[in-house]
Antibody, heavy 119, light 111 residues
Framework: EVQLVESGGGLVQPGGSLRLSCAASGFTFNNAWMSWVRQAPGKGLEWVGRINKKTDGGTTEYAAPVKGRFTISRDDSKNTLYLQMNSLKTDDTGVYYC??????????WGQGTLVTVSS | QSALTQPPSASGSPGQSVTISCTGT?????????VSWYQHHPGKAPKLMIY???KRPSGVPDRFSGSKSGNTASLTVSGLQAEDEADYYC???????????FGTGTKVTVL
């Protein structure tokens, strides 16, 4: 059974940094494209970024609002996905989900971790 | 990249059908067969219901179906059940950004 467990969320001040982790199990992690999706309070779903598998170049893509501030990485030896978030803004507040990607669709989701950016 | 356009709400009685539209452009919905649909019950993880326009993942009831015409994709839920009451989001690959974009979301109410 595929399991994705996010951690690392919490309260951070504007301008601060936070690193989210996503522990994966139940599938061949190094063969998977992965992504982060978020949902701000009362708002819709928003793609944050994606990382390809290493044999596809391990390349990343980001949504415009986070480009230059967020970095997605992966440690295939630990079956773990990361989201490094810097220069955080209040608009970055929300639940962050880790997902697997298959043919441009997020087919498995974690339960999410809450990030609150507030002074 | 602008969000795809969905109606804010849709509703139907138990047993009826409801169809949700998702309108984009030729750079996303109209240009690729990479439209997906998600069901989201508040407080839970979203669930993939349709991928590649019309394919259902294992375990998704065949009451859920997807289609596309031009720049507009659609999700139809037939034989509405109480548990279908949720928020639904479409998503598409976007060639202009080489990334993905969600729709604005539709709240489905079972009357």
């Amino acid at each position: 059974e595929v399991q994705l467990v996010e951690s690392g969320g919490g309260l951070v001040q504007p301008g601060g940094s936070l690193r989210l982790s996503c522990a994966a199990s139940g599938f061949t992690f190094n063969n998977a494209w992965m992504s982060w999706v978020r949902q701000a309070p009362g708002k819709g779903l928003e793609w944050v970024g994606r990382i390809n598998k290493k044999t596809d170049g391990g390349t990343t893509e980001y949504a415009a609002p986070v480009k230059g501030r967020f970095t997605i990485s992966r440690d295939d030896s630990k079956n773990t996905l990361y989201l490094q978030m810097n220069s955080l803004k209040t608009d970055d507040t929300g639940v962050y989900y880790c997902t697997t990607i298959r043919t441009a669709a997020a087919d498995c989701w974690g339960q999410g971790t809450l990030v609150t950016v507030s002074s | 990249q602008s969000a795809l356009t969905q109606p804010p709400s849709a509703s139907g009685s138990p047993g009826q059908s409801v169809t949700i539209s998702c309108t984009g452009t030729s750079s996303d919905v109209g240009g690729y067969s990479y439209v997906s649909w998600y069901q989201h019950h508040p407080g839970k993880a979203p669930k993939l219901m349709i991928y590649e326009v019309s394919k259902r993942p294992s375990g998704v009831p065949d009451r859920f179906s997807g289609s596309k015409s031009g720049n507009t994709a659609s999700l139809t839920v037939s034989g509405l059940q109480a548990e279908d009451e949720a928020d639904y989001y479409c998503s598409s690959y976007s060639g202009s950004s080489n990334f993905y974009v969600f729709g604005t979301g539709t709240k489905v109410t079972v009357l």
